[in-house]
């Protein structure tokens, strides 16, 4: 299967959207609680409905970015939140967006929807999109990695392979406090 823009553009087409989770999910919420830098620079790839950025842009972040290659999301985004600055909103491939200077990616059910071939790829394309000590933050699942996906899974010890040799602090562990359907199956990131 190959999981290009038709194929993404497709399930949202088709409402096959089952990984939506209808609001900003509580590990990411609580990590930004935290975050007292309100102008900090935040991307959000592969965003979907982007739930977590409305609601960093309403606790006062306001410089979001999100990104993501399917049309739909954004433009309902854009309807839901019309004050969200539309050159904050990226309608793009991940990996053909400039070199940037974030402070935060967010992760949350990106990783695990693309090809598992292209996760080293993700880490430098993350790399490259941070400012020096930016962090990547959020969530990959902890279940086996097949070929059954998306979502594909993975491990703690797979996902260091990816990070380590290029960022100077990997923190993966065990997610406490997700979602119910989730919870048990997910590991908490902190990478910068
Ligand atoms: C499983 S969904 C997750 C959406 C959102 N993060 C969430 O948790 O609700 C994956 C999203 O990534 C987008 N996507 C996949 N590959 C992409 C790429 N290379 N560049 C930008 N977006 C991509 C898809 O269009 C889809 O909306």
Same mark, same amino acid.
């Given at each position: 299967m !190959?999981? +290009?823009? %038709? =194929?993404? #553009?497709s399930?949202?087409?088709?409402?096959?959207?089952?990984? +939506?989770?209808?609001?900003?999910?509580?590990p990411?919420?609580?990590?930004?609680?935290?975050?007292a830098? !309100?102008?900090?620079? @935040?991307?959000?790839?592969?965003?979907g %409905?982007?739930?977590e950025?409305? $609601?960093?842009?309403?606790?006062?972040?306001?410089?979001? $970015? @999100?990104c993501?290659?399917?049309?739909q999301p /954004? #433009?309902?985004?854009?309807?839901?939140? *019309?004050?969200? *600055?539309?050159?904050?909103? /990226?309608?793009?491939?991940? &990996?053909n967006?400039?070199?940037?200077?974030f402070? &935060?990616?967010?992760?949350q059910?990106?990783?695990?929807? /693309?090809?598992?071939?292209?996760?080293?790829? $993700?880490?430098?394309?993350?790399?490259?999109?941070?400012? !020096?000590?930016?962090?990547?933050?959020?969530?990959?699942? %902890?279940?086996?990695?097949?070929?059954?996906?998306?979502?594909?899974?993975?491990?703690?010890?797979? =996902?260091?392979? =990816?990070?380590?040799?290029? &960022?100077?602090?990997?923190? @993966?562990? *065990?997610c =406490? %406090?997700?979602?119910? *359907?989730?919870?048990?199956?997910?590991?908490?990131?902190?990478?910068s």
């Amino acid at each position: 299967m !190959k999981l +290009d823009k %038709n =194929y993404w #553009e497709s399930r949202w087409t088709e409402g096959q959207t089952g990984w +939506d989770t209808r609001s900003a999910t509580e590990p990411i919420k609580h990590y930004f609680d935290q975050i007292a830098d !309100k102008q900090a620079k @935040i991307l959000i790839p592969g965003c979907g %409905n982007a739930h977590e950025a409305i $609601y960093l842009f309403e606790s006062g972040f306001k410089n979001v $970015y @999100i990104c993501d290659w399917a049309e739909q999301p /954004l #433009e309902t985004f854009s309807e839901r939140i *019309p004050d969200f *600055p539309k050159a904050q909103l /990226l309608c793009a491939d991940f &990996f053909n967006l400039e070199t940037g200077d974030f402070d &935060f990616i967010v992760e949350q059910t990106f990783f695990c929807a /693309l090809d598992p071939k292209l996760r080293s790829a $993700y880490a430098q394309k993350v790399k490259s999109m941070l400012k !020096k000590g930016g962090k990547l933050v959020g969530l990959l699942f %902890n279940f086996p990695l097949t070929e059954a996906g998306p979502p594909f899974g993975g491990s703690k010890e797979e =996902y260091l392979q =990816y990070f380590e040799s290029l &960022f100077e602090s990997v923190r @993966i562990e *065990p997610c =406490y %406090n997700s979602i119910k *359907p989730r919870l048990g199956s997910e590991l908490f990131i902190l990478i910068s």
